[in-house]
Nanobody, 125 residues
Framework: QVQLLEAGGGSVQAGGSLRLSCAAS????????MGWFRQAPGKEREAVAT????????YYADSVKGRFNISQDNAKDTVYLQMNSLKPEDTAMYYC??????????????????WGQGTQVTVSA
């Protein structure tokens, strides 16, 4: 079992920035998938960004391209989500997720075996 520890959520005004972080409790593999998902009230959980750690390939949802950036710190086994130019529609609970058996990332929720507890991001107009 892998525990994912999140930090960085909060409340900001539109146009502001936040950086989310997600650290794995133990090292599992040098190559694995980590992703960020978000879920607003009454909405389905959706993929925001993914990164294949050790390979460097990334994915971004169209709604966040050019504003969000996903990155990794190999030494700390930590993934970050830098969120810039935040909009009210970015308001959601953000979750990090990890999958350790595949050779690529998926944007499907069912692909991921491990999930963080979620951190709330609220953007006011």
């Amino acid at each position: 079992q892998v525990q994912l520890l999140e930090a960085g959520g909060g409340s900001v005004q539109a146009g502001g920035s936040l950086r989310l972080s997600c650290a794995a409790s133990v090292f599992i593999a040098s190559r694995h998938c980590m992703g960020w998902f978000r879920q607003a009230p009454g909405k389905e959980r959706e993929a925001v960004a993914t990164i294949y750690v050790g390979g460097g390939s990334t994915y971004y949802a169209d709604s966040v391209k050019g504003r969000f950036n996903i990155s990794q710190d190999n030494a700390k086994d930590t993934v970050y989500l830098q969120m810039n130019s935040l909009k009210p529609e970015d308001t959601a609970m953000y979750y990090c997720a990890a999958e350790y058996s595949g050779r690529y990332c998926s944007i499907s929720r069912s692909w991921y075996d491990n999930w963080g507890q979620g951190t709330q991001v609220t953007v006011s107009a």
